[in-house]
């Protein structure tokens, strides 16, 4: 039987310690490519940046004594994908997994993560994708510390990604998000979410005293948990410490009734 193909990436970059603990737990399932960008990404969302620059190096990497020829890409997580697809793999794969992300991924701030950025670049190419993140803290974020242990986040991505393999994505479904707790061990329930409706990581202002000087908005990480229904991924991976599953679709299209639709239509506008 031929091996399943798979598409490894990022958006940490190609050195990143999450994503060789990927690698390692999906090379039971397949053939496990890596496309990653040469360079730290996170933040990159779907991004297709002109300034990219689309250099491709092959690499051989050591990792725990096996040697994996790897892709470097000058671009970012979604043109890592593409380059990956268009030029690198000789077929389509069967799956592409992106991450496994220092940091959880989760509301309405999943847009702007190079993480599941790559997995809709893929999802757009009805390829299945997984995007995979695991709670850190912030220190660790734009790190490859070797202090995070991603032993327990590669357990559920080969977990999810030989489901997907065997059975593919549910109806309706054009990616999944999945989230692990920094606590979590093998036995932690997977449970499926939705997407919370509050801003997880807020934007802080740039300190500088003019604008001239160079200016990072950073951010930081609240939310009230009160808010948040039992089934959101916030409340799954913060409040009951489990690992959240979060079904995606690429349509945007608000579920609003067609008849509310008609009455925005149908009501007179008076301009002031």
């Not at 913060?238 to 579920?255: A, E, H």
Request: aromatic share 6%; charged share 20%.
């Amino acid at each position: 039987m031929q091996k399943k193909q798979i598409l490894l990436t990022n958006d940490d970059g190609i050195r990143s310690p999450g994503l060789w603990a990927a690698a390692e737990a999906l090379s039971t399932l397949g053939y496990v490519t890596v496309v990653a960008p040469r360079e730290q990404s996170s933040g990159t969302g779907r991004s297709l940046p002109t300034s990219s620059d689309g250099i491709i190096e092959q690499e051989m990497l050591t990792v725990h004594g096996q040697q994996w020829p790897v892709y470097a890409v000058g671009g970012t997580p979604a043109q890592a994908v593409l380059h990956g697809l268009l030029e690198i793999m000789p077929t389509l794969p069967d799956l592409v997994v992106s991450g496994i992300n220092y940091g959880e991924n989760v509301a309405t701030g999943i847009t702007v993560s190079g993480t599941v950025g790559a997995a809709l670049e893929a999802a757009s190419h009805f390829i299945p994708a997984l995007a995979v993140s695991l709670e850190t803290d912030k220190e660790h974020h734009l790190s490859y510390s070797l202090d995070v242990d991603f032993s327990t986040a590669a357990h559920f991505t080969a977990e999810v990604a030989a489901r997907l393999l065997k059975q593919g994505l549910p109806p309706g479904v054009d990616l999944l998000k999945l989230d692990v707790p920094s606590n979590a061990t093998s036995a932690t329930p997977l449970v499926w979410t939705r997407l919370s409706r509050q801003r997880y990581f807020h934007p802080v202002r740039p300190d500088r005293k003019n604008w001239l000087e160079r200016g990072y908005i950073g951010y930081e990480m609240k939310v009230d948990l009160a808010l948040e229904q039992s089934d959101s991924d916030i409340f799954v991976l913060l409040g009951k410490r489990q690992v959240s599953l979060t079904p995606l679709t690429l349509d945007f299209t608000s579920s609003i009734p067609r008849t509310e639709l008609d009455k925005f239509l149908s009501q007179e506008c008076v301009k002031e």
